[in-house]
């Protein structure tokens, strides 16, 4: 499901903006960024399987100061198209459970000789 990350930076120019824009843009799973705010300070990362923490701890890294301000999931437009919220509720999720293959039996066989030599063999 497809997350809206919101970031705030401290930028003070364009070029500090462009270069927060290049640095989210570039991680992978990044659908769409947005630089929104009073200031245009916060950073808007859309997309799937983005790590907000490490994506902050990079931007922290190369511009200073950032901290997370939200993390929501929302719902991907084209999906929901023509269906009702009822639909929604009735999926089934189906759970697979595969189990492993059995151990394989360990045979030992004991042999015992019924006359033992009792010599020497060295001799």
């Not at 997350?3 to 992978?28: H, L, W, Y």
């Not at 189906?94 to 033992?116: A, G």
């Amino acid at each position: 499901m497809p997350k809206k990350i919101t970031i705030k930076v401290e930028v003070r120019n364009e070029k500090g903006r462009i270069k927060a824009m290049k640095i989210a843009s570039g991680r992978p799973g990044v659908n769409s960024v947005a630089m929104e705010g009073d200031g245009r300070d916060q950073l808007v990362v859309t997309g799937e399987g983005v790590d907000s923490v490490k994506l902050t701890n990079l931007l922290r890294k190369k511009l200073g100061h950032a901290t997370i301000v939200s993390v929501k999931y929302v719902k991907k437009k084209w999906c929901m198209e023509g269906k009702d919220d009822d639909d929604e509720s009735s999926l089934e999720h189906f759970r697979y459970y595969c189990s492993p293959y059995p151990p394989t039996p360990h045979y030992q066989q004991v042999v015992y000789d019924p006359q033992p030599h009792n010599s020497c063999s060295i001799l």
